[in-house]
């Protein structure tokens, strides 16, 4: 199988929960940790080694661009991958497939090459916003052909130097433009002087403390004491041993399942303190009436009898809304979450397609710009379109565990993160985790 190949459809039906569930989960490596840490290992001046990396599609992706421009990447240990950089090639091109991470972080690095580097994804991938890179290294001085589409496919025509200095941008679409902007910062010739001017404010904000933590971490000199203004001093990233989190983001279904079908989850390994986005989960199950404790052996929800109606702000957390929207999907109600409009730019439009599946399960749901408000839950079977993306086939498999008979039309996409949830999720559902 070809690792960063978009991956065959594959029909899955989902497992209906016939008692309440009591599993213990391992889930894998944090994508975005593991995404920063290829990034700053491959731009650092030595050697790097990353611990217990995530091993999906969107890191395979991540290696193999950085591969493709000259860094040497070594996989062979599933425990510890190495990093070796060297001098940015050109003439080269990077698949993006569907990773916002790759897609943002890599051509701030391809413009430090000495020659072209083309980039393009999957047929989505050109749909995702990617106007914000293109500008900012517009603006930065770096030519870039993109036929006029401020999207995929374009091409980086580098110099091996960028100029930096002060560059304003509009990072409401995705946080993952400042984060992109701001690893390769210290290579720029005078650093990096960032603000952010949108109307709306930048996303997804706890990325931004990880990508500053992980930076300091590399030795970069990073001032973010003002709102919306990240100053990058030049000079060089260090080569380290970087150890990657659980990823608390595809931890999430599995603790909603706990609600969704009663009984108890533990995941392993949750990190006591962290930068991860998904952190936010715990608070937002407490709020929903489940019991949530820190146990030796990570940390365990138990599901309360009914979720309690509520009103969520996930504008932070934003990747939580599919699996959250399945479990109010099939919840009594009234559940709302607001603050997400970007998530529309996600792997797909994910408030339309959470609102469209919503639907077909029978639950009564209205939609705003910003998000959706579920009026009361339903548990009609039919098929759960799963539009490419790993986090709608999340929420089909929550959904499933109410909903006796929920097929959804492939499930293989969730190989961009975690290619082994399915059978993760069948095991924590039938049997002990
Ligand atoms: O920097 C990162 O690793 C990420 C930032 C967020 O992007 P957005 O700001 O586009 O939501 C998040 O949704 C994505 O999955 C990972
Ligand atoms: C939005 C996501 O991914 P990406 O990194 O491709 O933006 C996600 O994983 O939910």
Known sequence: MNATAAPEKRRWEAPYAEASIDAVVRVPGSKSMTARAL??????????????????????????????????????????????????????????????????????????ADGPVAFDG???????????????????????EDGGRLALPFTVNATGRVKGGAL?????????????????????????????????????????DMVVQMLRQAGAEVDDSEPNRWRVAPGELQGREWTIEPDLQNA?????????????????????????????????????????????????????????????????ASELTPCLAALFGVSEGPFAIRGVAHIRGHETDRVSALVTELRKIG???????????????????????TYADHRMAHAGAVAGLAVRGLVLDDVACVSKTWPDF????????????
Not at 135 to 144: S, T, W
Not at 367 to 377: K, L, Q, S
């Open 168 to 208: 304003e941008v509009d990072a409401s679409k995705t946080s993952q433009l400042v984060s992109a902007l701001l690893m390769a910062a210290p290579r720029f010739e005078n650093g990096l002087d960032l603000r952010h001017v949108g109307d709306r404010p930048v996303p997804s904000r706890p990325y931004l």
């Open 39 to 112: 990034v700053l290992a491959a731009l650092a001046s030595g050697p790097s080694t990353i611990r217990r990396p995530l091993i999906a599609r969107d890191t395979h992706l991540m290696v193999a661009g950085l591969r493709s421009i000259g860094v040497a990447v070594d996989t062979g240990d599933d425990d510890a991958w190495t990093v070796t950089p060297g001098e940015f090639r050109g003439g080269s091109s990077v698949d993006c497939g569907l990773a916002g991470t790759v897609m943002r972080f890599l051509p701030p690095v391809a413009a430090l």
């Open 363 to 385: 639950a009564d749901v209205d939609e705003f710009e910003d998000g959706f408000r579920v009026n009361a839950g339903g548990r009609t079977p039919g098929t759960w379109s």
């Open 122 to 144: 999957d047929p989505h991938a050109r749909k995702r916003p990617n106007d914000g890179v293109i500008k900012a290294l517009r603006g930065l001085g770096v030519d870039i």
């Open 252 to 316: 999430a279904p599995f603790l909603c399942a706990a609600v969704a079908a009663g009984g108890r989850v533990t995941v392993e390994g949750w990190p006591t303190e962290t930068t991860q986005a998904g952190d936010a989960i715990r608070d937002v199950l407490v709020r929903l009436g489940a019991r949530v404790e820190w146990t030796r052996g990570g940390l365990t929800v138990i599901g309360s009898a009914a979720p309690i109606p509520c009103e969520l702000d996930l504008a932070d």
């Open 422 to 433: 399915a059978e993760a999720w069948e095991q924590a559902v039938h049997g002990k985790g």
